[in-house]
């Protein structure tokens, strides 16, 4: 062996390593694919030696070729050889190579599982950190199931090294598997707290990137945070938590008030430049969720903008960008503050580099306002002219037209202006953005009517210089433009000047060479035309020029009709026909004009893109109502179901409607009013009851603008928009005199009442447009909102995480951790038994949980013991005085850590009330300091009225609660520590299994136990509930068992049984047996007969229970079955020992073949239309309980998910270890409960519903 | 979060590559390629961010990056992350390698990227931020390597190379 190694190693030094391997590709610049390829020849020839650092050497130069871009996936296997070397060398050389190439769709990532978790307990806290750095590459959902107990355990380890990879690493697994969530969140709040501060650290950044995607069930952590925030020193996890705070204050106003002021004061105190701008960015954000101002609103605003403008001004172009990206946040709520920093924003626009450009650029987009539009635009269009790039310039151009057209042209008063703008931007050169002003045209000729003679001149004066626009191949791009020019030069034709000018340059031969879909509106548009010459040569004496506009269309017309494009072709010959037949009939001087005219009737009026989609039901119409008499219900199976589940699906989207109709109709009149008031366009009952406020110091604010005469490339004929400028200065003076006219007249008759806006700037409204147009709005159906309906994407990891953790912790709904829950542990899957001693070193790993639960238990007993009996006392107490929420909190941080160990075993009922959420409450309610007794004694800020018997207690403990919690939480982590450090002995391991059977029973025995059940409320609470049935029992023993299907292979379900020793005796060598069927067969270990009992892998002392698992593989499992077996054990007592036995049936019922599976409604939808699934239904009576219990209980003893519930209609769905969808819809009416249910296996669903109406006959 | 971490020269030649989500290793070079692009065009005094979404999917990223000598250093991270907070963590990132490798040049990434490996992987964590104190870095860097050392054979010492 020896020998082996020293001669592996010297054939090493033969070898590559990745040091030659690199010289070598270097040296081969010429054929480095040809020198790699016989690289990977050699590599592939070292990985099938036998020597591990052989092996790893080979695979440390595949890492160097995947950044390469080669694909060394073939080597899987060989990496993860390596990875499970025992040198840590080799390991991470391994571990390296696999988070550089593993993925979820690596298959031999299912051998790694073994490894990992192997590396993760190492001694070496070396080999557990490069495993958790690796893992956190590569975790998939399998290795997330299987690991995140072991991770788990990591988080408490003594080595804050790997405590904080190990909450790191955590996010990876929520991501792939978030059922472990809940679980394992009262651990990593914990964390928060840890002295480590790379923990802490860690910690944060967790839950901040949890709290980003799902922000309100983060919400209750925020007192927390504060604590942090205002106690931490370390800047990385300060910016973590202020950015937390950005997401969270828009769900919470009042955290925003609470906030403002430490984290101005971390404004002024910081010098860290990140830091500060982080904080600058959450009071921006704490401001914009602020709707209603507080009194020093504008204060912090004022500081904001004011730090920004110190970051805009630094020569550090990273400051400055990011000044400006911020600058633009306060834009959207507070655009008033910005805009006085106008002169720095277009100083920023001359800045050499381009991402601050757009910056700013984003920044005047909102800074816009009637009254300075015209002047920026013009600023932007001397920097289109001097951009150099095109990509800058498209950019400007497309700000332009944005800024302009932003919210239905609100800003733009003067039509012709910016009609002229367009007109002008058709000149710039290389612009790929044609179809945007060609769009822009149309868009203000349709809806702007009053502006259509301006455009249509324009426009033929565009058409008319149309070479000037396809002279050059280059400015293709802008050639869109013509097929706007021509459009509305045709549909707006009576407009016309001269449509016979027109008309001819539209059948010019270069037309030919434009596209064929401009050649096509062309040709169409020249038919127009041909209508409005006729008609306004109509009843003139001579035809001559009617006749001859004819004649041009006959004879320029044929050039089209040869086009190659199908569409121009067919258009042309078309009306090159009716030209034809029209000019028959001239000649024979018949009036055609009507006829032709009438061809192009009718007003085109744009529609909105969702119209059709935003009809709303209208009143009085029900959708669910039944046009004819429902069927009756004697009516065939299959049918009903179906018609019950189309019926279902509309009703979901009823509610809905009738909601909106209600207050959102009130909202959008609102929204509307406040629309038509911004609009200049419309036409208000009183428009000068609004602008008489007007006085001469406003016209300082309107910008004097020069004419610039030397524009260049000056076409000829065209308007230029700079002229507007001076037009419309003058023109709003004059306004603006007549203004004050009137308002003279008006003071003296009302002397106070103008004054007060004397002062003031000009506003927005006393602007008024050049002519009153009318702006025709896209058509739209009543009540229709134009907003998108926001479809989240289905695919996001993150939806899966939106898991409500309050209530883990407490809240309203308490939801504690169900079964199904519980991380999965190692021994569920498919080993079997093994020889008690062996299984008791296998199982003390990854049971983790339960251990460290016992383990504490027996420590912490009288201790904990102590507690309990205190807070049961005290929770008695609440009970008696009726339960006051705002005591509730000051408990909470001690009990939370017991909490949290419990709900890891077994589902605990329901505890306690809203605390979490008073707690936040009353944080937020009040000012940081402890409150006085006064405070807290007025109900008024308390959620529920405060009776009085608990007054006197709750302030108290409220003041008391930061001292209290601290030593508390330490203790906690102390008692882990010690724990961790115990041998894992099998005789606590039995104490526990104790433990835990007995946990189970309180359960059963139906909350003898008020600890457990907490304290009541109006909302009924679960009852409790156990899956845990009994299997068998005499005078020595009792057996309790629950079946769960193994998710992992579709054959196979796992019956727990609990053994509880009930006699003075010892109960040893027991052996468990089952009498298989074809169907069922408990699995043995190998090389056992078929016949062969599995020995149960304890003994059990008196009075002490414990639990086994056994795995049966299954074939069908449509149908429950029963299976008889025998239980023999040997009673030992002091003097004697007997052998006994017990005989048992074991059922397997349907429902224990399903799994708790979640889905998505939209998923759940898919299911249902698909039509695969056979339906059944079931009725039960006199159901007397609440719908969340019997949704509870359908959850909990048939292992189904609710998909969606409303009101008393619930979806629920569950998944069968093979696969079967079962979807079941649940519907109560006064103690009549309907359960209609579709499945793909009939039979099974018939099995399923049997069973769910046992589990409720029973109750 | 951080998405990927990219080194590469002034050729655009990948000295490391870090991705934090999965890709082929064809869109790993196209992404190398076009960060590359985007970012040896810029002009040096201009700011360090690049609103590069298309990249890496998910719109709301940003490239954020620094040029050292011949080298640039490349994070592409979302919005989760404060942007001068990279930029210090990539200095802190420069600078730890700059102790480990004794004046850090492009020849120490070139033949070591598996060091270079090491270390990155002791401050970033499945594109979390681990660690940014250079000194606790350090440590563990050390510390494995001495690890690493102890466990060589006679026969294997590795040879240095420059």
Redesign the interface.
Known sequence: MALKIVKGSIDRMFDKNLQDLVRGIRNHKEDEAKYISTCIDEIKQELKQDNIAVKANAVCKLTYLQMLGYDVSWAAFNIVEVMSSSKFTYKRIGYLAASQCFHEGTDVIMLTTNQIRKDLSSPNQYDTGVALTGLSCFVTPDLARDLANDIMTLMSHTKPYIRKKAVLIMYKVFLKYPESLRPAFPRLKEKLEDPDPGVQSAAVNVICELARRNPKNYLSLAPLFFKLMTSSTNNWVLIKIIKLFGALTPLEPRLGKKLIEPLTNLIHSTSAMSLLYECVNTVIAVLISLSSGMPNHSASIQLCVQKLRILIEDSDQNLKYLGLLAMSKILKTHPKSVQSHKDLILQCLDDKDESIRLRALDLLYGMVSKKNLMEIVKKLMLHVDKAEGTTYRDELLTKIIDICSQSNYQYITNFEWYISILVELTRLEGTRHGHLIASQMLDVAIRVKAIRAFAVAQMAMLLDNAHLLTGNMQRNGICEVLYAAAWICGEFSEHLEDPNQTLEAMLRPKVATLPGHIQAVYVQNAAKLFATVLRKHEGATDSQAAQETSQLLVERLPLFVQSANLEVQERASCILQLVKYIQKLQQKDVEVAEEVSALFAGELNPVAPKAQKKVPVPEGLDLDAWINEPPSESESEDEKPKAVFAKEETKHSRPRHTEVDEKELARRREARKQEQANNPFYIKSSPSSQKVYQDAPGVEHIPVVQIDLSVPLKVPGMPMSDQYLKLEEERRQKEKAEKKKKEKKKKREKHGKGKKHDSGPESEEDITPAHHVDIVTEEMPENALPSDDDDKDPNDPHKALDIDLDNLLSGTNCRPLADTEKLPVRTHRSEPLKSPGEDGDVESVPQEPKKRSSKEKKEKKKDKDKDRKKSKEEKKKKKKHKHDAEDEPAELPAEEPVKSEETNEVATPPTSTSAEASDLDFWLSSTPVAPTAKEVAAPAPAPAPAPETSLAAAPDSEADEPKDAEPEEVKCSKHKKKKQKKEKEKEEKKEKKKKRHHHHHHHSDGGEDSVQNGTMEEEEPLPPMSNYCLLAENSYIKMVYDIQGNLQDGSQVVVSVIFENKSDSFLKSMEFNVLDSLNSKLQRPEGAGPHDGLVVPFQLPPGVSNEARFIFSVQSIVMPQKLKGTLTFIVKSEDSSTHEKLDFKLHFTCTSYLITTPCYSDAYAKLLESGDLKSSSLRLEGVNMPFHHLLARICFHHHFSVVERIDSCASMYSRSIQGHHVCLLVKTADQTVSIDAKCDEPSLLGNVLDEIKQTFSQC | ?IKAILIFNNHGK?R???F?E?Y???T??QIIRETFHLVSKR?E???????GGMLIDGSDNKLIYRHYATLYFVFCVDS?E????I??LIQVFVETLDKCFENVCELDL?????KV??IL?EMV?????????MN?IIT?VD??NK??KS???I??S??Q?R
């Open positions: 979060m990948p490391l590559s870090k934090y999965h082929s290793e064809d790993e070079q002009d005094n201009v700011c360090n961010f690049l609103e989760s404060s942007e001068l907070g930029l210090d070139i033949f070591h990227v598996d490996h090491n992987a964590m499945g594109g979390m931020v681990l660690e940014t104190n606790e563990q510390a494995q690890m690493e466990e060589t054979f026969f294997q590795p040879r190379d």
